[in-house]
């Protein structure tokens, strides 16, 4: 979906098709680099990670075996508390293994840190973090993120895999939801 389709649900438009398809490759290189003859495991998040997952693993040319967590984060409305529970756990086992844990946003980074946390905790030979978006004046902890995409204002955003209400997933670009539509 183009975002001119629901202009009137938008803000703004933050970052293009074109601006996030070409950070993705930028961060692509920057892997294939880090990573050059290793095996490494991408590990998604669901569903949010679904877009820059799926365009980040077609980017890269090396091979790689991919891997889906969902996890679910207690808070009110839309915050989070920072107390997580898995709803679909890995199928891959994390030992000796290189993981790259695969984003689509950071916002106060308490799930995230928890996620880290855990899969440390798997025998893996390193876990590391690439986020296509990190709003800096949402964290609440420090969250090392190796492969970022960009740092964003903390605003209400949506598209690229990033839903209000379970809409908008499917937006090719990212924007800023219009508050008359959350509030």
Same mark, same amino acid.
């Given at each position: 979906?183009?975002?001119?389709?629901?202009?009137?649900?938008?803000?703004?438009?933050?970052?293009?098709?074109?601006?996030?398809?070409?950070?993705?490759?930028?961060?692509?290189?920057?892997?294939?680099?880090?990573?050059?003859?290793? %095996?490494?495991?991408?590990?998604?998040?669901?569903?949010?990670?679904?877009?820059?997952?799926?365009?980040?693993?077609?980017?890269? %040319?090396?091979?790689?075996?991919?891997?889906?967590?969902?996890?679910?984060?207690?808070?009110?409305?839309?915050?989070?508390?920072?107390?997580?529970?898995?709803?679909?756990?890995?199928?891959?086992?994390?030992?000796?293994?290189?993981?790259?844990?695969?984003?689509?946003?950071?916002?106060?980074?308490?799930?995230?840190?928890?996620?880290?946390? %855990?899969?440390?905790?798997?025998?893996?030979?390193?876990?590391?973090?690439?986020?296509?978006?990190?709003?800096?004046?949402?964290?609440?902890?420090?969250?090392?993120?190796?492969?970022?995409?960009?740092?964003?204002?903390?605003?209400?955003?949506?598209?690229?895999?990033?839903?209000? %209400?379970?809409?908008?997933?499917?937006?090719?670009?990212?924007?800023?939801?219009?508050?008359?539509?959350?509030?």
């Amino acid at each position: 979906m183009e975002s001119h389709n629901i202009a009137g649900d938008l803000e703004e438009v933050l970052l293009t098709e074109e601006q996030i398809q070409g950070r993705l490759a930028e961060l692509a290189r920057q892997i294939e680099a880090d990573y050059a003859g290793e %095996n490494v495991l991408l590990v998604g998040v669901l569903k949010g990670a679904v877009m820059v997952m799926a365009d980040l693993a077609r980017e890269l %040319n090396m091979q790689v075996t991919m891997d889906w967590m969902a996890v679910s984060s207690y808070g009110s409305g839309t915050t989070s508390s920072g107390v997580v529970r898995i709803l679909k756990d890995l199928d891959s086992d994390l030992t000796g293994r290189k993981v790259l844990i695969v984003e689509d946003i950071i916002d106060s980074g308490l799930t995230l840190s928890w996620l880290i946390s %855990n899969l440390k905790s798997r025998g893996p030979e390193s876990v590391e973090i690439c986020a296509l978006l990190r709003k800096p004046e949402a964290a609440r902890v420090d969250i090392d993120v190796k492969y970022l995409g960009f740092d964003i204002p903390n605003k209400f955003v949506v598209g690229y895999g990033l839903d209000y %209400n379970e809409q908008y997933r499917n937006m090719r670009s990212v924007g800023i939801l219009a508050p008359h539509i959350y509030s």
